[in-house]
């Protein structure tokens, strides 16, 4: 990182007598100017082999820096431009948060009622449209009756992540409901079959009605729209392999979420203006609901529990995870899938944010240089996330 750190010093004496000087505020009160972070930028994708990259950052609550860089399509040599649509992944659960207290808002549903309260009949026993419909394997686990909104939210249904990453492939609750954080898809999906079936209306409905079309976010979508067509980006695994785009997915809230730099910059300006939402919502998305003790999100370290990010107080809000700074506490979401890592992370108090959209995998090896740089960012937990920086090795 010797040469980055250079290139970033120089940049920053030089950037300032360039046409497009102007400053990007960051958390600790120091400055970049943004040919400054641009260049930095370029050379972090040079060092992982980054294909696309887009970014935003946030002062004021608002987006003050928004580039786009490299290829949405490197073997027909197609830019990445900010109207490009990108895989949202799971940044589909912070926006379906956001649906969710919505409708708690309006009184639809309550964060602690059961959710099979609200059924007159078990979730297991209605017919599957769809594959994520299929409750029957619930039957066997009573206790899921127990779970609530709120449980859904913040990852602690006992749910798997995906029945498909089970050795049997079959769903179940893994433990007591509400006893500890496990990232949970199948938590959130089951919360969304749910709403569907109290309001008798999609989840593509109720988000273009209470998020995408108020905030004007025109290019967003949980299902694959036609005029998607004309611009899209395809994936990149880790190895640089171009990965097939998937368009055929029903509409799931916690993973079919397609969007553009541009659009989800609009839904984070909302976020940290607190549109949309009454004050007590946002005060509750926000808010620690579990404490994190996991070495890591995902994987063996899943089921590890220690100390590791007790400084950071790391913990699960409503659909976004939460860490405390000297600057207010930061919350973040990740999303990553078929190729595609994206992160975002704001600090609602300073009122700086910054996003972070790739088609690569690999972009999780610069995701903590870039928030360094972009707006001193040294909160988010990066290991635990296991976006290891290309130049570190982690025994």
């Known amino acids: 990182m010797k040469h980055f750190f250079l290139l970033i010093f120089f940049a920053g004496i030089f950037g300032v007598h360039s046409q497009n000087a102007a400053l990007i505020k960051r958390l600790d009160g120091s400055t970049i100017s943004q040919d400054s972070l641009t260049s930095a930028i370029k050379y972090l994708m040079n060092k992982a082999d980054v ?80 594959w994520h419909e299929d409750f029957k394997e619930l039957k066997d686990y009573p206790e899921y009756t127990k779970i609530t909104a709120r449980m859904c939210l913040d990852h602690t249904t006992g749910l798997p992540n995906w029945r498909w990453f089970e050795s049997d492939e079959k769903l179940r609750i893994k433990f007591e409901p509400g006893s500890r954080y496990s990232y949970s898809g199948e938590g959130l999906t089951y919360l969304q079959v749910v709403l569907e079936k109290i309001t008798r209306k999609p989840l593509e409905e109720l988000a273009q009605e209470r998020v995408f079309k108020p905030l004007g976010m025109t290019a967003s979508s949980y299902k ?45 300006t909302a976020i940290l203006n607190k549109k949309i939402l009454s004050s007590k919502s946002y005060k509750e998305l926000f808010s620690p609901q579990i404490r994190i003790h996991s070495k890591n999100q995902f994987g063996p370290g899943a089921l590890e529990d220690g100390n590791w990010y007790d400084n950071l107080e790391l913990s699960y809000g409503l659909g976004w995870g939460l860490v405390k700074s ?11 899938g078929s190729g595609f890592q994206n992160y975002s992370i704001v600090f609602p108090d300073k009122g700086i944010g910054m996003l972070i959209m790739s088609n690569s995998y690999s972009t999780g090896k610069i995701i903590k240089y870039l928030l360094e740089t972009g707006i001193q960012d040294k909160y988010t937990p990066w290991e635990w996330d296991q976006y290891i920086p290309y130049d570190k090795v982690i025994k």
């Open 224 to 268: 694959w729209q036609e005029k998607f067509e004309k611009d899209y980006a395809y994936g990149y695994d880790e190895e640089g392999k171009k990965q097939e785009k998937d368009k055929d997915n029903a509409p799931r809230g916690a993973g079919t979420l397609e969007t553009t730099i541009e659009d989800y910059s609009k839904f984070l």
């Open 326 to 336: 000297p600057y207010g506490p930061g919350a973040f979401k990740e999303g990553q």
């Open 51 to 130: 294909k696309g990259l887009a970014i935003t950052v946030f002062n004021s609550k608002k987006p003050v820096y928004m580039n786009a860089f490299g290829f949405s399509d490197v073997e027909n040599n197609k830019k990445l431009d900010l109207h490009t649509n990108l895989y949202g992944a799971s940044f589909s659960k912070a926006v379906f948060a956001v649906v969710v207290m919505k409708l708690v808002d309006e009184g639809v549903i309550s964060l602690d009622k059961p959710l099979q309260s609200y059924l007159p009949k078990s979730i297991y026993e209605y017919e599957p449209k769809v």
